[in-house]
């Protein structure tokens, strides 16, 4: 049983791009959510997606943008990258409430 | 919102040691979840225990709801268990994110 898994590991990108990040749940699972994790703490929620819509969002600008597709994939874009946007996005998956979590993807943004 | 403390923020114990980690938080909770970040930034999960006492081998949880606290237990600490541990909490208002602590920073010496 693959867990969850995402694309790309790593990712370099330079101010002013965009970039979309992948996610596939967990087998059995319908609810992705996105989390942002600086250097040194905790990750942030960013937003949940359920149904292909997004069920709740955390406090992130309106760039910060995603998608969920039929089979429950789902996609994370963020456009008008910015330095601070540089972190580990991780993804999420759940039926329920306990939430398994991907390898994540770190974006560098130069 | 919700507010997770962990305790302490750093900790050094040698090979064999015994150690105990401390999440209070500050209203009621639907979900709480302990993790490991190992040092590739992956997220493990290690209890889902919202209430109650639940035992993995050598870990241990207990979560005191009326109380707002949830404590970790590591015994015989292997260098392995070295990483970050977190608290995630997800607030009883059917909220559906995860509130994440700042994590305990444990390192583990042969």
């Known amino acids: 049983d693959a867990g969850v898994t995402q694309s790309p590991t790593h990712l370099i990108k330079t101010r002013g791009q965009q970039v979309t990040l992948r996610c596939s749940p967990k087998s059995g699972h319908d609810t992705v959510s996105w989390y942002q994790q600086a250097l040194g703490q905790g990750p942030q929620f960013i937003f949940q997606y359920y149904e292909e819509e997004e069920r709740q969002r955390g406090n992130f600008p309106d760039r910060f943008s995603g998608h969920q597709f039929p089979n429950y994939s789902s996609e994370l874009n963020v456009n008008a990258l910015l330095l601070g946007d540089s972190a580990l996005y991780l993804c999420a998956s759940s039926q329920g409430t306990e939430q398994f979590f991907g390898p994540g993807t770190r974006l560098t943004v130069l | 919102g919700i507010q997770v403390e962990q305790s302490p923020p750093d900790l050094i114990l040698q090979e064999g040691a015994n150690s105990t980690l401390r999440c209070n938080f500050s209203d009621s909770v639907n979900n709480l979840q302990w993790f490991h970040q190992n040092p590739w930034g992956q997220l493990i999960n290690l209890f889902y225990i919202p209430s109650g006492t639940k035992q993995n081998g050598r870990l241990s949880a207990t979560t005191v709801a009326t109380e707002r606290y949830s404590l970790l237990y590591i015994s015989s600490s292997q260098t392995t268990d070295s990483g970050v541990y977190f608290c995630?909490?997800?607030?009883?208002?059917?909220?559906?994110?995860?509130?994440f602590g700042s994590g305990t920073r444990l390192l583990v010496r042969p």
């Open positions: 995630a909490v997800e607030q009883m208002d059917s909220s559906y994110k995860l509130i």
